[in-house]
């Protein structure tokens, strides 16, 4: 699925019409253009407003703010290091590694400021809603009854992506289902929201296919698989936030997992690990959904929001060969360094492990020649003042089969079925070149699974997700421990922004952040 920017100009400007905020809470105002008098007649209608709900997610995710690298693998990590703590547009990343929220917003950064306000998050949720409700207005004929079911689990997919990712962030939040409502919502606990999540979505699972014949669809648009992560990410999650129930999530992703792995009919599959830019390119086997990117239509993610930027300053030529002298860009240098004993333990020397020489160079170059290959499909030119550039072509991979093969692990790790934990750590570990894992102790195991997480999904926007659910946020060992009274106020959450209390008697921020903007 092509994010044409001219394509969806009109669509998005139709949506945001529905969705923008007014006098009262994420006030969605019906328009005409949408109530079904010139609008909702064909399936191109549907597929172009089902675009537009795409792009809303795209645009709330990877413009103008860092949110999967500030939030789900810098913070509180103890991985990367910075080579310089005062470098423009980084400053934040001490912050936010160290937990220290009130400064990250208090210098003004916008990195982290954007990520507090989800109304954009809202408005592609009223978007979903009001799709949900239209699409029964289109005319008999226009569309199969397959394909009206496969737009309305589309949608489903869609709305629960948009909760998943806010509720990570910031834990409780208002949940809506209706279309064009007005009404000013509090905020409802976040494992109720996630179970709604996971009763819409196992109704709509049946209606998406595993797969797509058009390959630019292929992962970047919802599929079984997708909507299978999803929910199983879901039951984790909620795993520990309602832990009286823990038993009933852990079977649950271990069910989910045995479907994705088995039934998918060939759709899915790990790629061997020297074909790593293969998977970060887009559209392959193993991911599951992505957000991708153009850089030759110049249609790319913002800078800091995508992780390459930190670690691949450091350019490669146009043959992805490291060179000596990097060729003119604006930024020769990465910011960012993983100190060596911190490495040595992530990717042991001598154990085998592959991805620590495909995917680090220059290790431990702290004057910003270390790279971070891992995202490094590169596109070359020139601007129209002769200067010459390299940017990142690599789709942001929000799940892939890896991820939620490692999450079957541990959830039978959990269920004390650690045979079944070691066939699954196993395969990921293997296709890297690992030996075979074989200690049978749940404490080894459950540790092991943990960094074998970290290894493989560095980068990806995850790594800070894993830490809250599994508490081992609060273990020097793994992170930048924050304190467990911190954890049970809310300190692992992102602030909110104040806007979020116009119009809303019954909204409250999370007050563990005494900040404001």
């Known amino acids: 699925m092509k994010y044409r920017k001219i394509y969806y100009t009109a669509f998005i400007a139709l949506l945001l019409l529905t969705c923008v905020g007014c006098k009262k809470f994420l006030n969605v105002t019906p328009q005409n253009a949408l109530s079904g008098n010139n609008y909702w007649k064909t399936k191109n209608d549907v597929q172009n ?10 645009n709330c995710t990877m413009q103008n703010q860092a949110l999967f690298t500030a939030s789900g693998d810098f913070r509180c990590s103890r991985i990367w290091d910075l080579v310089s703590k005062s ?10 590694e160290s937990n220290d929220m009130v400064s990250a917003v208090t210098h003004n950064d916008g990195n ?61 939040v208002p949940y809506n289902v209706t279309a064009y409502d007005t009404s000013a919502l509090p905020r409802t606990d976040q494992t109720v929201v996630f179970n709604n999540c996971l009763a819409d979505l196992k109704t709509a699972l049946p209606n998406l296919p595993w797969t797509y014949t058009n390959i630019s669809d292929i992962a970047s648009r919802a599929n079984k698989g997708a909507a299978i992560a999803l929910m199983m990410n879901m039951n984790m999650w909620n795993a520990n936030f309602d832990p009286a129930n823990k038993l009933k999530y852990w079977n649950a992703t271990d069910s989910l ?15 061997p690990i020297a074909d790593f830019k293969t998977i970060f390119a887009g559209h392959s086997r193993e991911s599951l959904f992505e957000i991708e990117q153009n850089a ?33 860009i604006a930024t020769p240098k990465s910011s960012m360094y993983i100190d060596q004993k911190v490495l040595n333990s992530i990717y042991p020397s001598g154990n085998g492990d592959q991805r620590a020489s495909l995917w680090i160079a220059n290790a431990n170059d702290k004057t910003g020649n270390f ?3 891992k995202f490094s499909n590169m596109v070359y030119g020139t601007t129209q003042n002769g200067v010459s550039f390299s940017a990142s072509t690599d789709a942001h991979v929000i799940f892939r089969l890896a991820g939620a093969i490692l999450l079957r692990a541990e959830a039978c790790n959990d269920l004390g079925k650690t045979g079944d934990a070691l066939t699954y750590l196993n395969m990921t570990e293997g296709r890297a070149g690992l030996p075979p894992y074989s200690s049978n102790s749940q404490t080894d195991l459950d540790n092991e699974i943990f960094v074998e997480r970290t290894r493989e999904l560095m980068g990806e926007g995850s790594i800070y997700y894993d830490l809250v659910r599994t508490k081992k946020i609060l273990d020097p060992g793994y992170c930048n421990a924050m304190p467990s009274s ?32």
């Open 296 to 328: 030759n239509n110049q249609d790319v993610f913002y800078n800091y929001g995508q992780f390459a930027n930190y670690v691949l300053g450091y350019k490669l030529n146009s043959q992805y060969q490291f060179v000596s002298t990097p060729p003119a």
């Open 486 to 517: 911190d954890y049970a106020n809310g300190g692992w959450t992102w602030p909110i922004a104040n806007s979020a209390l116009t119009n809303n008697p019954n909204m409250v921020l999370n007050t563990f952040w005494n900040v404001s903007y």
């Open 49 to 58: 407003f089902m675009n537009g709900i795409y792009l809303q997610y795209r």
């Open 371 to 373: 790279a971070f290959i």
């Open 112 to 172: 982290v400021r954007n990520i507090m306000d989800w109304t954009g998050f809202y408005q592609a949720i009223a978007s979903c809603n009001i799709l949900l409700k239209e699409i029964d207005n289109v005319p008999s004929g226009a569309l199969t009854t397959q394909q009206l079911a496969a737009y309305k689990a589309e949608a489903v997919f869609m709305r629960s992506l948009c909760y998943f990712t806010i509720v990570r962030l910031f834990g409780d």
């Open 257 to 271: 997992g045995g479907m994705l792995m088995d039934e998918n009919g060939g759709a899915y599959g790990l790629l």
């Open 87 to 96: 470098g423009s547009g980084n400053v934040y990343v001490n912050d936010v």
